[in-house]
């Protein structure tokens, strides 16, 4: 990210409001999706390769829910491939170009912090979509919002995490910051299995990008 995204997210960092700066950067954008690094105007691409290989079968609309959707690619696509979709962003900004974006979309745009999600969430969903969200976020949160992201999984759900992956248990300079295996452990320890695992790698770069799938 540039500097001066490094000092959005550090002014908001020493006011311990650590996902306050998604709002501000979409708010300071005015539009342009040029000025938001994440913003590429279509679906994850991982993504779109596990929805055609994990069609929905049966006539009931598995229940999706997308964390932190950006601008909406994502979300979309779900809703495309057969998914009841809610698809949140801490940035009401964010939410409102979505809805612009795609004003006949059948996907339930709302504004929701993963800090502090609404109950009637909890284990509701079939399916979890976390993209690089965990990874924008300091490592003195992570274990609260990895926790946050099982607390919407049904018991029967399956959770998508797709991010960077560092090899050292070191702190990283960020945002973002990759995960560590340790940290993606701790799904594990909440119950949820490692079942596959689709990794890019990139030349003369240790980070590499993985999506990531968990059941119980």
């Known amino acids: 990210m540039t500097m001066e995204i490094k000092n959005l997210v550090e002014k908001h960092l020493q006011n311990n409001q650590p996902s306050a700066w998604f709002e501000e950067l979409y708010a300071q954008a005015n539009q342009n999706p040029q000025q938001i690094p994440w913003a590429h105007l279509q679906p994850n691409q991982q993504l779109i390769e596990w929805l055609k290989n ?51 979309s059948p996907v339930d745009y709302v504004t929701a912090d993963i800090f502090h999600l609404p109950s009637p969430w909890q284990q509701k969903f079939d399916l979890i979509w976390e993209c690089r969200t965990i990874q924008a976020l300091p490592l003195n949160v992570r274990a609260q ?69 968990y059941q119980q």
Not at 54 to 81: M, R, S, T
Request: net charge positive; charged share 20%; glycine share 6%.
């Open 54 to 104: 994990n069609p929905i079968h049966g006539k009931q609309k598995p229940q999706a829910v997308i964390i932190g959707c950006g601008l909406g690619d994502d979300a979309q696509a779900f809703a495309e491939a057969g998914y009841h979709v809610t698809a949140f962003d801490v940035s009401p900004t964010a939410i409102n170009w979505c809805k612009q974006r795609f004003p006949h």
């Open 145 to 213: 919002v990895i926790k946050q992201v099982v607390a919407l999984a049904k018991p029967t759900a399956k959770i998508l995490v797709s991010t960077h992956i560092r090899t050292t248990e070191e702190a990283p300079n960020g945002p973002p910051w990759p995960l560590s295996s340790g940290e993606l452990n701790q799904f594990k320890q909440l119950g949820w299995q490692e079942k596959c695992r689709s990794t890019i790698h990139r030349e003369n770069n240790p980070i590499s990008i993985a999506m990531i799938e």
